[in-house]
């Protein structure tokens, strides 16, 4: 139990919060503001937390991949350390008063950690989809999958993992299935805290999310 604490405070406790909007850097965002935004809304796994760089986290990464392949977008992080489904239910609409042509939310991670209810967490997550789809121009959105650690029993880890699916099934949109595909439990891919990834593991997160946003860029094109 010891061990399940520390990973929680390591996820949800001591990071800087504030309000977490940032742009990376890359070739569009330095062109100005004209290129489309894809912002991601998230938690510390999406900020970055306990890297060197913010420029090490994945939307900075997918910023990369973005100039690569041509595709004129500017990446705004949005990832706030901490964050339960519950505060970025509270934070969407500030967010979202830049347009953005794509929103990916990430969100779920400390609900998890913390063993809340998985059907507040559903009931969050689309509280912040119908916002952003009230928005206009409504982006299109993506949703990132989460997993939890076994120490709340295998039948809240069911509940919990089921909830992104069907939530991408009822509201039409791509969903990444699991965010830390790859990275989870392995050691050399994620700090000490066993919790957050390092620059290595953020780069198997960037290939995760790239592999369903991509597609969705290329059908907006």
Not at 173 to 194: E, K, R, S, T, W
């Amino acid at each position: 139990m010891a061990t399940a604490a520390a990973m929680v405070m390591a996820a949800c406790g001591d990071a800087p919060r504030g309000d977490g909007v940032r742009e990376a850097r890359g070739e569009a965002a330095d062109a100005g503001t004209s290129a489309p935004a894809i912002v991601f809304l998230g938690t510390s796994l999406t900020a970055g937390y306990g890297l060197p760089s913010p420029d090490q986290a994945y939307p900075a990464l997918i910023q990369q991949k973005l100039d690569s392949a041509g595709l004129r977008y500017r990446v705004v992080n949005a990832g706030v350390s901490g964050e339960t489904s519950a505060d970025a239910r509270r934070r969407i609409d500030w967010v979202l008063r830049q347009p953005a042509a794509v929103l990916v939310v990430e969100t779920g991670a400390n609900d998890g950690l913390r063993g809340l209810d998985p059907d507040s967490l559903r009931a969050n997550i689309q509280a912040i989809m119908d916002r952003a789809k009230a928005h206009t121009p409504a982006p299109t959105i993506v949703l990132v999958g989460m997993r939890t650690l076994p120490n709340y029993g295998a039948v809240y880890g069911e509940r919990f993992a089921a909830v992104y699916p069907a939530i991408a099934r009822a509201n039409g949109v791509p969903l990444v299935p699991f965010l830390l595909a790859g990275v989870g439990g392995h050691a050399g891919l994620n700090q000490p805290d066993g919790v957050h990834p390092t620059a290595a593991g953020q780069r198997v997160l960037a290939a995760n999310v790239w592999k369903v946003l991509e597609p969705v860029l290329r059908r907006a094109r």
